[in-house]
């Protein structure tokens, strides 16, 4: 496997999960374990922070749609692939004018880990069209966004944390139908 082009433009996926079937969100963290003649044990994180896998189903497009998103998404092109993580919503406490790349105030018990500088958040609102920003600083209860696009969200917007990608071993594409109804997603973090 070639290394990830990072010239090359992210795919962003928003599709939301069929929630009838199971969402799985899964971390994963790398301890390196040194064991001495007498028995004992020293351990050492070799990761600060977990890598997290996504995987859930989603009401499937019709054929020509599916094949036109699968040819964009083939390895060979080893494009990023950015997913909300659909788990983990939050709310914004203010309105948020993602064009001048602001401060978002995010509600208590936001998870740290999950938003990322250099990763991409997800904003949604009920009759405002939906928008993927880049993340250029966390605090603890604030996100701070790259400036791009005309969208203002009020309080009460939901903001997604994203995963960016790609798909997860053995799977040669970012979606695999599963039949006429359903597709699978299943991405790595990188």
Known sequence: MSLLNTTTTPQFLEEQPDWSQPVTLENAWV????ESRDGSEQRSARREKPRYRLEYAIAALNIGEFSQRRAKSLLEQMAAIVVPIWTDPHTSAGTVTVAAG??????SGMDTHKFKVGGYC?????????????ITAVGTTTITVAAGGTVSFTAGAEVYP????????????LLSKLDDNQEAVAIEEL
């Open 122 to 134: 997800y904003f949604v609102q009920t009759g405002k069209v939906s928008v993927f920003r880049q």
């Open 162 to 173: 994203c995963l960016t990608g790609l798909p997860s071993e053995g799977i040669s594409f």
């Open 31 to 34: 301890t390196e374990i040194q």
């Open 102 to 107: 602001q401060t978002v105030t995010l509600g």
